[in-house]
């Protein structure tokens, strides 16, 4: 029987920490007991096999190519080498498909050789036995006691003292299968930095449960980081609520982990390229054509997929299966658009990975209960919509800041944060002073929900964007509480506060562009009460009628009024006058602006005084109709 130590060494400052147990814990037994059997199988029961680095449910998992990820593989195997560096902790945050897993598995391969693997744990969302934290103690506790026979023996008499063990929180199982068995072998004198030290946790984001991702790293943190453990742990996770608020300033992971941001400090594109090179040449051989692709085609794909490594893999996996023709399934996917009917799907496991985490996202965003009647996809896609820009003419659009468009959306300023919690490894609201704006990570993002055939039960198309864009809009100069009868000379004077100054102003610019999505009733309401007539009062107040800029965007915003009362003009014959009315009052400022300024009128000849309002539809139309 190993002896006891004799003083408690400083690992046993963690053990008192959740409630220290009786240190008369029966004795390990060098014979094959039963006792000892079961303890041993009981450990295995609650593992998770399939989540080590080599299991078989993980076959053929992503890895690096040779030459490819040097620096960020180079950086995370020294810091694993560096066993004096007083970060024990890396995490890996990095967009979906940037290359995380396949980073892990790589070094994780790679310590396996040098003898520093320690453990792995892979997390994955559609597995039971690895989307949960129930199973991650026990599995590393199992491959620790495998690199170390008396480290074994410690681990079954840990289990064999406390059989319940395993239904207990993660800091007691850190503190009963890791903690203690190695202070165990300390105090026999085993030292602990012989052993393998280098502790592998991928895809944090896939376990169920951001507060139980949390626990996790907090029982990390407070156990496995304890001064005298020789192990050194590398999370790798897309930068999601739990990891990212963790290793924000303030958060308790800021100043003991080395942190890693794969997508901001590494351009995978050479990778991505090599990659690539390196498969097609391998198809050119087994189909005898080394022509069958040109560089412009790889250039092409390494543009398309934004630095995601996922994109790539897809696109290859698709063009390599046997039974095509690589040269014909590589047209398909340069040339690639989604149409109804079609068969080829180049990107499905991409959509795949898209679909999961847009609808986890939804069904957080709309579980909580003051989200209660917010549609999260019709926002988000208006966001989407937002950043992409609102086309206002052929080669001009508006965008607007993120904060004002949320207010302007029906939520409070700010709210676009809580509209993007779940979706971190996609997109970001980045500041770009003193605004802020939504940033997709990848392009193939943007394709993804534009397409129908792609995003599927998750689509919403944009004319049903537009037509809540326009129903806000005019919701939002109808209700404004202004007496209108009684309005300053310019809109820093109007009496509303500054965001609310912000957003109306934002709303009476986007109107004319979202305006056919609106519907008949809506514009009915909008024109009963009174608000064309508000509109006409707040324009001169926004706009300097001596900017030559801001002429020419007000007759594109007067000729997009003019295609609504063209669609209205049989329709609806009393709401089509009253548009035509407006329309003739913008047709005549503009002629009395030129009377008072010659020198911009003499500057806009020749440009847009004829320019038609609506289809068919010209400012004399206008004149004629409304006299």
Same mark, same amino acid.
């Given at each position: 029987?190993?002896?006891?130590?004799?003083?408690?060494?400083?690992?046993?400052?963690?053990?008192?920490?959740?409630?220290?147990?009786?240190?008369?814990?029966? /004795?390990?037994?060098?014979?094959?007991? =039963?006792?000892?059997? %079961? =303890?041993?199988?009981?450990?295995?029961?609650? /593992?998770?096999?399939?989540?080590? &680095?080599?299991?078989? #449910?993980?076959?053929?998992?992503?890895? @690096?190519? +040779?030459?490819?990820?040097?620096?960020?593989?180079?950086?995370? /195997?020294?810091?694993?080498?560096?066993?004096?560096?007083?970060?024990?902790?890396? @995490?890996?945050?990095?967009?979906?498909?940037?290359?995380?897993?396949?980073l892990q598995q790589t070094t994780a391969e790679k310590c396996l050789k040098d003898g520093t693997l320690a453990s792995t744990f892979f997390f994955s969302a559609s597995d039971p036995s690895r989307n949960t934290v129930k199973y991650i103690i026990p599995t590393i506790a199992y491959q620790l006691g495998r690199t170390n026979d008396t480290l074994r023996r410690w681990i079954k008499a840990a289990v064999e003292g406390d059989p319940l063990v395993f239904s207990k929180s993660l800091r007691t199982q850190i503190a009963t299968l890791i903690v203690e068995p190695s202070?165990? @072998?300390?105090?026999?004198?085993?030292?602990?930095?012989?052993?393998? &030290? #280098?502790?592998?946790?991928?895809?944090?984001?896939? @376990?169920?449960?951001?507060d139980r991702q949390a626990e996790l790293l907090t029982a990390v943190k407070e156990g496995l980081l304890v001064n005298?453990?020789?192990?050194?742990?590398?999370? %790798?996770?897309?930068?999601?609520?739990?990891?990212? /608020? %963790?290793?924000?300033?303030?958060? &308790?992971?800021?100043?003991? %982990?080395?942190?890693?941001?794969?997508?901001?400090?590494?351009?995978?594109?050479?990778?991505?390229?090599?990659?690539?090179?390196?498969?097609?040449e391998d198809i050119g051989l087994r189909i005898g054509n080394s022509h069958w692709f040109t560089e412009d085609n790889i250039e092409t794909l390494v543009r398309a997929a934004s630095g995601q490594f996922v994109y790539v893999a897809t696109v290859f996996k698709y063009i390599s299966e046997r039974r095509a023709s690589p040269a014909g399934r590589l047209k398909i996917v340069l040339d690639w658009t989604p149409h109804e009917g079609q068969k080829a799907r180049p990107f499905e496991c991409l959509d795949r990975l898209y679909a999961n985490i847009l609808l986890t996202a939804k069904n957080a965003y709309e579980a909580v209960d003051t989200h209660s009647g917010h549609d999260f996809l019709l926002l988000f896609n208006a966001h989407h919509l937002n950043a992409m820009g609102i086309p206002t003419s052929s080669s001009s659009w508006l965008k607007f800041p993120a904060d004002n468009f949320s207010v302007m959306l029906g939520l409070e300023a700010g709210a676009e944060g809580n509209l993007v919690m779940d979706l971190r490894s996609?997109?970001?609201?980045?500041? +770009?002073?003193?605004?802020?704006h939504l940033r997709m990570y990848h392009k193939s993002f943007s394709d993804f929900l534009r397409a129908e055939s792609r995003a599927k039960d998750l689509f919403v198309p944009k004319s049903r964007v537009y037509t809540h864009l326009a129903k806000c809009c005019l919701q939002c100069i109808v209700k404004c509480p202004l007496d209108f009868d009684s309005l300053p000379t310019n809109w820093e004077e109007l009496p509303l506060p500054k965001p609310q100054q912000n957003y109306l102003e934002d709303a009476v610019e986007v109107l004319p562009f979202v305006l056919n999505g609106a519907t008949a009733d809506e514009v009915g309401d909008f024109t009963n009460e009174a608000g064309w007539s508000k509109l006409d009062k707040l324009l001169p107040l926004r706009r300097d009628l001596q900017a030559l800029k801001l002429d020419s965007f007000y007759r594109d915003w007067l000729t997009h009024i003019g295609y609504l009362h063209d669609r209205l003009k049989y329709r609806d014959p009393k709401i089509a006058a009253a548009i035509t009315k407006f329309i003739g009052k913008g047709k005549r400022n503009f002629e009395e602006r030129d009377r008072m300024s010659p020198e911009v009128a003499e500057l806009q000849v020749g440009e847009t005084d004829r320019r038609s309002v609506g289809s068919g539809y010209s400012f004399e139309d206008v004149e004629s109709e409304a006299s």
């Open positions: 029987m190993p002896p006891k130590s004799k003083k408690p060494t400083i690992l046993s400052r963690f053990i008192s920490l959740v409630g220290g147990r009786n240190r008369n814990k029966p /004795t390990v037994d060098h014979r094959q007991g =039963s006792a000892k059997v %079961a =303890s041993w199988e009981l450990l295995l029961k609650n /593992t998770a096999p399939n989540a080590l &680095h080599d299991s078989d #449910a993980r076959y053929d998992p992503p890895k @690096c190519d +040779e030459d490819t990820r040097v620096e960020v593989i180079g950086e995370i /195997t020294d810091w694993i080498q560096d066993r004096a560096g007083p970060q024990r902790l890396l @995490c890996m945050t990095g967009a979906a498909g940037s290359g995380k897993s396949a202070q165990r @072998c300390e105090g026999m004198g085993i030292d602990l930095t012989t052993l393998p &030290h #280098a502790i592998f946790i991928d895809g944090l984001d896939e @376990c169920m449960g951001e005298g453990l020789p192990f050194r742990i590398f999370i %790798a996770s897309r930068p999601e609520w739990a990891v990212r /608020t %963790a290793l924000e300033p303030g958060g &308790h992971l800021r100043k003991v %982990a080395y942190h890693i941001q794969l997508s901001d400090n590494y351009d995978a594109s050479r990778d991505m390229r090599r990659y690539l090179q390196r498969r097609f996609l997109v970001t609201f980045e500041m +770009e002073q003193p605004q802020s």
